[in-house]
């Protein structure tokens, strides 16, 4: 029921990214946590469509709780404090001068599974929540104005169905959301909370690329506090608890006139990355999980197509070649919020007979800039520090896009926060517009995507929501 077709020049896995279970992709998260910054929630006159209806100083209440939820090793984001805290890092942290690049700390989550960690303390006796499994809802429904909801209709995949009755009602399903509120179209033709338009709209992901070498004169180990998890640190008996990443500074912001990103390395052999080895990778990735490789004759192709690349990346792991291995610079953006990249409703439909997902995820001029300025700013900030310099692979904003554009499986927009009905789907306090019983919880409320990962700032939304109906309700 998660497939889905997607349309346009960028294409994302919406079938295998996203787990439909208790607990839902915490099942599959890498764990890496940081909040966003004060900069995402504000108004920059360079990036159309930006600004949150409140500041970060009123979801900062919401982040100690959250920190607690996702179980995280501190809360304490200076890379000072970290610095003080291990002498290797010590050692090894790269002097920047703060601007035009600094530093931004990702604590690591356990990863914290939320569908098993916390199942237990749901099931105890008395603890005022019930949790219905295997329950699809298909259908918001509403009073004849439209105004208010009076139930949620579910269906199994054996047919059966239900309806859900409450006061008050919260959609917390991604991008799911927005699907649900176009189908309920009983009342409103064009679906719930959409006399705008607005519903599906504003589709965004992290715009990540693996783009360009780091050749840098550095201290062995330099690159591992630099660097998101890799399938083989996973083995490791120790690993840090925090990622120091390069983040462009506010100030670098706005004088480039660029959205807010972080820059990771990652060491591997050479043609680890192409698209040969990554199909492998995939295609291995699925059968450990026990499932049939989709796009399988795809995949083997583009391995086939790539397979000098592929035996030389399996020759140099697995005897260990150094003169094989690269430090390789991944870009992680903020996108540009964009009207015209959505998702919408196809003609397929799913086997409870719902009409598939169909998405057009869009890339601009601004996330193309956003991309080679920082890169640049990076260059000229390793050379001023005389460390080392890069090679450069992407330089040109009239060049097309290289190919391993992803949106590292982070699903954002589509039922936007705003307090203008015409340009969001969902208020300050996260209840759809004109509906006065209607909440949604998620990634899919976020104005802006900021340059971090989602699930602990999700979560802060998630408590910040929970408060105003407890004094809503009481």
Same mark, same amino acid.
């Given at each position: *029921?998660?497939?889905?077709?997607?349309?346009?020049?960028?294409? &994302?896995?919406?079938?295998? $990214?996203?787990?439909?279970?208790?607990?839902?992709?915490?099942?599959?998260? =890498?764990?890496?946590?940081?909040?966003?910054?004060?900069?995402?929630?504000?108004?920059?006159?360079?990036?159309?469509?930006?600004?949150?209806?409140?500041?970060?100083?009123?979801?900062?209440?919401?982040?100690?709780?959250?920190?607690?939820?996702?179980?995280?090793?501190?809360?304490?984001?200076?890379?000072?404090?970290?610095?003080?805290?291990?002498?290797?890092?010590?050692? /090894?942290?790269?002097?920047?001068?703060?601007?035009?690049?600094?530093?931004?700390?990702?604590?690591?989550?356990?990863?914290?599974?939320?569908?098993?960690?916390?199942?237990?303390?749901?099931?105890?006796?008395?603890?005022?929540?019930?949790?219905?499994?295997?329950?699809?809802?298909?259908?918001?429904?509403?009073?004849?104005?439209?105004?208010?909801?009076?139930?949620?209709?579910?269906? =199994?995949?054996?047919?059966?169905?239900?309806?859900?009755?409450?006061?008050?009602?919260?959609?917390?399903?991604?991008?799911?959301?927005? /699907?649900?509120?176009?189908?309920?179209?009983?009342?409103?033709?064009?679906?719930?909370?959409?006399?705008?338009?607005?519903?599906?709209?504003?589709? *965004?992901?992290?715009?990540?690329?693996?783009?360009?070498?780091?050749?840098?004169?550095?201290?062995?180990?330099?690159?591992?506090?630099?660097?998101?998890?890799?399938?083989?640190?996973?083995?490791?008996?120790?690993?840090?608890?925090?990622?120091?990443?390069?983040?462009?500074?506010?100030?670098?912001?706005?004088?480039?006139?660029?959205?807010?990103? &972080?820059?990771?390395?990652?060491?591997?052999?050479?043609?680890?990355?192409?698209?040969?080895?990554?199909? *492998?990778?995939?295609?291995?990735?699925?059968?450990?999980?026990?499932?049939?490789?989709?796009?399988?004759?795809?995949?083997?192709?583009?391995?086939?197509?790539?397979?000098?690349?592929?035996?030389?990346?399996?020759?140099?792991? $697995?005897?260990?070649?150094?003169?094989?291995?690269?430090?390789?610079?991944?870009?992680?953006?903020?996108?540009?919020?964009?009207?015209?990249?959505?998702? =919408?409703?196809?003609?397929?439909?799913?086997?409870?007979?719902?009409?598939?997902?169909?998405?057009?995820?869009?890339?601009?001029?601004?996330?193309? /800039?956003?991309?080679?300025?920082?890169?640049?700013?990076?260059?000229?900030?390793?050379? =001023?520090?005389?460390?080392?310099?890069?090679?450069?692979?992407?330089? $040109?904003?009239?060049?097309?896009?290289?190919?391993?554009?992803?949106?590292?499986?982070?699903?954002?927009?589509?039922?936007?926060?705003?307090?203008?009905?015409?340009?969001?789907? &969902?208020?300050?306090?996260?209840?759809?517009?004109?509906?006065?019983?209607?909440?949604?919880?998620?990634?899919?409320?976020?104005?802006?995507?900021?340059?971090? *990962? &989602?699930?602990?700032?999700?979560?802060?939304?998630?408590?910040?929501?929970?408060?105003?109906?407890?004094?809503?309700?009481?």
């Amino acid at each position: *029921m998660n497939d889905a077709d997607c349309v346009g020049e960028h294409r &994302v896995d919406l079938l295998w $990214s996203r787990l439909r279970y208790f607990g839902g992709t915490t099942g599959h998260w =890498g764990g890496n946590c940081a909040p966003l910054d004060e900069q995402d929630f504000e108004e920059r006159a360079w990036v159309p469509d930006s600004g949150w209806p409140f500041p970060k100083s009123e979801l900062d209440a919401s982040y100690p709780k959250a920190y607690e939820y996702c179980e995280l090793p501190s809360a304490n984001f200076s890379a000072d404090y970290w610095a003080a805290q291990s002498a290797s890092f010590r050692e /090894r942290r790269i002097s920047l001068a703060g601007d035009p690049i600094g530093e931004k700390i990702m604590l690591k989550s356990p990863p914290t599974r939320f569908g098993e960690v916390y199942r237990n303390a749901l099931a105890q006796p008395g603890n005022r929540c019930d949790v219905y499994l295997h329950a699809n809802v298909v259908e918001i429904e509403t009073n004849e104005e439209a105004n208010r909801v009076t139930a949620l209709r579910t269906k =199994g995949i054996d047919g059966q169905t239900c309806r859900f009755r409450a006061g008050v009602f919260i959609l917390a399903s991604g991008i799911e959301n927005a /699907r649900l509120l176009l189908l309920s179209n009983r009342v409103r033709p064009r679906g719930l909370g959409n006399d705008h338009d607005v519903v599906g709209r504003y589709f *965004m992901a992290h715009t990540t690329l693996r783009t360009g070498r780091a050749m840098l004169s550095l201290p062995e180990g330099t690159a591992s506090y630099y660097a998101t998890l890799g399938w083989e640190q996973r083995f490791l008996n120790e690993i840090s608890p925090f990622i120091d990443a390069l983040q462009p500074s506010r100030a670098a912001q706005e004088r480039e006139g660029i959205l807010n990103s &972080v820059v990771f390395f990652e060491e591997s052999y050479e043609g680890e990355k192409t698209p040969g080895f990554v199909a *492998m990778r995939r295609i291995a990735k699925q059968i450990v999980h026990g499932r049939m490789p989709s796009n399988l004759v795809r995949d083997l192709g583009i391995v086939v197509g790539d397979l000098d690349e592929v035996v030389k990346a399996l020759y140099a792991r $697995s005897v260990g070649d150094r003169s094989y291995k690269i430090l390789q610079t991944r870009f992680f953006c903020e996108q540009a919020p964009d009207r015209d990249s959505r998702v =919408g409703l196809g003609d397929d439909l799913d086997a409870l007979g719902q009409r598939k997902l169909v998405l057009d995820w869009r890339l601009n001029d601004l996330d193309k /800039r956003t991309v080679i300025r920082t890169q640049k700013l990076l260059a000229e900030q390793f050379g =001023g520090l005389g460390v080392g310099r890069l090679q450069v692979e992407f330089d $040109s904003e009239t060049d097309p896009w290289p190919r391993g554009v992803d949106s590292s499986a982070h699903f954002m927009g589509t039922t936007r926060m705003s307090t203008d009905p015409r340009r969001g789907v &969902v208020d300050g306090d996260c209840r759809v517009h004109g509906i006065d019983n209607l909440y949604v919880a998620g990634g899919s409320v976020m104005p802006t995507s900021g340059a971090t *990962m &989602v699930t602990v700032n999700i979560v802060a939304l998630a408590v910040r929501l929970a408060g105003h109906l407890r004094s809503r309700l009481s």
